[in-house]
């Protein structure tokens, strides 16, 4: 799996997005065991100590718990993991949102095109 | 937190020049360092002075509590800027010769890597390209158990695939206890795997900082900060 990182913003942020898309994604399934973090290192080609604060980052906010014997593993909270992807969701539209209104559109503007496309890909 | 190196005032003319300028700087162990200058900025005779290949004009060195010298040259391993090594050897001869040099050599480890390189360890060293010599010298230096790695332009003169066969060799050697300081002109290329950088113009640090906080502050990649400082 391929880790597109943007080269002017934090790695370690970066790094915690992926994550947590692959959870929601769920390319990594609730209670699931997750790979080391140097291989993930590797797999990304990042430092280790990067990766390590990413994981930091996700158990804080409970995605991945630590077990002392069987290593990490994705929480079985599934609505943890509805959370972290309801938020991730509303980052898209404010991000669209955001982008429309610097094209000039009215919200109700917005809001049509956006009717029209969804009809649009219906139709087809 | 130990330190695994310390350059106190650090000072190196060579006649008129002044190469390195009262120089500071602590590394502590298990982080990946960038060093990045400009040309000319003082970057391989700081590298020398740490190696004990030149000896200061002034100031103090210390490697775990020790000056440069031969109890150092253990603690260090060494990726000069130009290959030293003799070309009429064969690969599996330059594995025997260092691990003849070196106690903390490990050969299955060089065997293995070479394996995953397709390169066959009879073969000579001076019928192998430059790239591949490159690679070579890097193994043998990776394929010691040092605490402090110094790689004087690892990635110059290689492909894109080599560059990153490098980095992945360079992560998965990653070990807490150790250091890699790695000198560079292709930041964009290793950015992602280093912990800090050091900035270095006319010989003295002008900035010592990790990676990620100077993307949270500046807002920017050290690739393009580093332009930036250094434009021309």
Redesign the interface.
């Given at each position: 799996m391929a880790w597109n990182?943007d080269?002017?913003?934090?790695?370690?942020?970066q790094l915690v997005e992926e994550m947590q898309l692959r959870i929601v994604t769920g390319i990594y399934l609730p209670g699931e065991k997750i790979p080391s973090v140097?291989e993930l290192?590797?797999e990304?080609?990042?430092?280790?100590?990067?990766m390590q604060?990413a994981f930091g980052e996700l158990e804080r906010s409970g995605l991945i718990i630590t077990q002392r014997t069987s290593g990490r593993m994705v929480t079985k909270d599934a609505s943890l993991i509805n959370e972290i992807k309801n938020l991730m969701a509303k980052d898209i539209i404010d991000a669209f949102l955001n982008n429309m209104k610097q094209l000039g559109y009215t919200r109700e503007n917005t809001l049509n095109l956006l009717a029209d496309t969804l009809k649009k890909e219906d139709s087809l | 937190m130990n330190t695994l190196l310390e350059c106190h005032e650090l000072t190196k003319k060579y006649s008129f020049k002044t190469a390195i300028d009262r120089l500071n700087l602590t590394l502590e162990p298990g982080k990946i360092i960038g060093l990045l200058g400009p040309n000319g900025s003082g970057k391989t005779t700081l590298i020398k002075l740490i190696n004990g290949l030149l000896t200061p004009t002034e100031g103090t060195i210390l490697i775990n509590g020790t000056a440069p010298g031969v109890a150092t040259k253990k603690q260090i391993a060494y990726l000069p800027d130009r290959s030293y090594l003799n070309d009429w050897m064969s690969v599996s001869e330059l594995i025997q010769f260092f691990a003849d040099f070196y106690d903390d050599f490990r050969p299955a480890r060089a065997f293995d890597m070479l394996d995953a390189l397709k390169i066959n360890p009879k073969d000579r060293l001076k019928t192998l390209s430059k790239g591949t010599k490159e690679k070579i010298q890097l193994i043998l230096v990776m394929c010691r158990t040092a605490s402090l790695y110094i790689l004087d332009e690892p990635i110059a003169g290689v492909d894109p695939a080599a560059r990153d066969f490098i980095i992945h060799t360079i992560i998965n050697n990653y070990n807490p206890s150790s250091s890699v300081l790695i000198s560079t002109h292709l930041i964009a290329d290793i950015e992602s795997i280093l912990d800090d950088v050091i900035f270095i113009k006319d010989g003295t640090v002008t900035l010592h900082k990790s990676v990620d906080d100077i993307r949270m502050e500046e807002g920017k990649s050290v690739d393009t900060l580093f332009r930036e400082v250094f434009a021309c």
């Open positions: 990182l080269d002017n913003r934090p790695i370690y942020l140097r290192a590797a990304a080609a990042v430092n280790p100590n990067t604060k | -």
